[in-house]
């Protein structure tokens, strides 16, 4: 069984990668392989609805001049998605929403797959970004994997969200509940993962 996550960050070790980072160790505790793919610092085409995808049949773009394929070969070939992003003015990246909108329309194989999202922002905005990521999961029959919280972690400088002692928490949370729900729908098996003691971290002290 194999997750692929996705940075959707500009920065290859930022805090977006910080924060999945996090949720790949975790999964190996679990048993569960991971790959981390960075989208990179290049433009990202938009999905521009011509439709070729579909009539060419192969389940890839026509478009075949930036890292949108090749994230879709590898999703074709795992078992699990988590896509990550940092926060720009309350949504994601844009180039992390392109490749997402491409890979959905034309057809890769994320059906029954399961999902998460997870956002990085120095304040504010990461709820909402949080729910933009996750709603096409919901349109492509992709079980959402939930966490103790929403998946969000806060850190302004690059590697700053590991000190979110409770986000942090919280990856390692997702990571275990995606674990466990895949081993039950590859093998029926599984115990209900055991959770940490809820570490709280506020904003004031």
């Known amino acids: 069984m194999k997750v692929l996550l996705l940075n959707g960050s500009p920065r290859q070790k930022g805090n977006t990668f910080t924060a999945l980072r996090q949720i790949a160790q975790q999964l190996t505790l679990n048993g569960i392989d991971s790959e981390i793919v960075w989208i990179g610092n290049k433009a990202v085409r938009g999905c521009i609805g011509c439709g070729m995808c579909r009539q060419q049949g192969k ?7 930036d890292v949108c394929n090749e994230i879709i070969s590898k999703m074709n070939q795992s078992d699990a998605l ?5 926060v720009y003015y ?3 990246s844009g180039n992390v929403l392109n490749v997402l909108h491409r890979m959905m329309f034309c ?8 999902a998460a999202a997870l956002t990085v922002c120095r304040r504010g ?4 970004a949080f729910q ?13 994997v939930t966490s103790q919280y929403w998946n969000i ?19 390692r949370t997702l990571a275990n509940n995606m674990a466990w729900l895949l081993t039950k729908i590859h093998t ?8 940490e003691p809820w570490a709280p971290l506020n904003y004031i002290r």
């Open 125 to 128: 905005g990461a709820t909402a």
């Open 107 to 114: 057809g890769a194989k994320v059906q029954n797959k399961p």
């Open 82 to 86: 988590i896509v990550g992003s940092p």
């Open 90 to 92: 309350g949504t994601p």
């Open 188 to 195: 029926g098996e599984g115990d209900v993962p055991e959770r």
């Open 153 to 171: 972690s806060y850190g302004g400088a690059e590697g700053q969200t590991a000190l979110d002692t409770e986000g942090m928490q919280t990856m």
């Open 132 to 144: 933009c990521l996750q709603m096409p999961f919901q349109m492509m029959n992709m079980p959402i």
């Open 59 to 65: 389940g890839l773009c026509v478009f075949n001049d």
